[in-house]
């Protein structure tokens, strides 16, 4: 299963500068993603972080990888859709986080999210990214679901 920018937004409440998927190469809903972040020199952290040196911080990487979680953990669950305005979906947890290399601008962002264990309140996922085939950050990563009050 693919997905476009339009899909995508149609699943995930993140907007600019936040959305940090671009599209979905593969998906096995409630098992496992590929998607790609294409990274530009218009990212508005590369202002600050650094002008002289543009890095993609190493926690945009990982936000990149949870929001790839939520688009396949609950694909065809009508019940629980992170775009729902009465859903939150919450990054909680990152642990044995790696940052092997720099991120830059140019660079294309493969995102790989595999599920370890999906339920109603708490999912617990392994993920990596890569660029050119080479591994550039890994983590374990825990989302809370939570339904909010109106």
């Known amino acids: ?36 972040k294409n990274v530009t020199i218009n990212e508005p952290f590369f202002q600050g972080h650094f002008p002289h040196h543009p890095v ?7 936000e ?8 396949f953990s609950f694909e065809g ?8 305005k009465k859903i939150a979906y919450y990054l909680v947890g990152v642990d044995e986080a790696r940052f092997r290399r720099p ?3 140019g660079d294309q962002l493969r995102l ?23 591994e550039v950050a890994g983590a374990k990563l825990m989302c809370a679901i939570r339904v909010l009050d109106e």
Not at 14 to 19: F, I, S
Not at 23 to 33: A, C, H, N, Y
């Open 1 to 36: 299963m693919e997905l476009d920018i339009r899909q995508i937004m149609a699943r995930l409440p993140h907007r600019y500068p936040m959305l940090l998927i671009d599209r979905v190469l593969e998906m096995v809903p409630g098992k496992s993603i590929v998607a790609v």
């Open 103 to 105: 991120v830059v601008p």
């Open 77 to 84: 669950n009508p019940e629980v859709n992170p775009a729902n």
């Open 64 to 71: 990149a990888m949870a929001q790839a979680a939520a688009l």
């Open 112 to 134: 790989e999210v595999v599920a370890d264990r999906i339920s109603r309140t708490m999912c617990k996922y392994t993920g990596k990214a890569f660029v050119d085939g080479k």
């Open 56 to 62: 993609m911080p190493g926690v945009f990487v990982i």
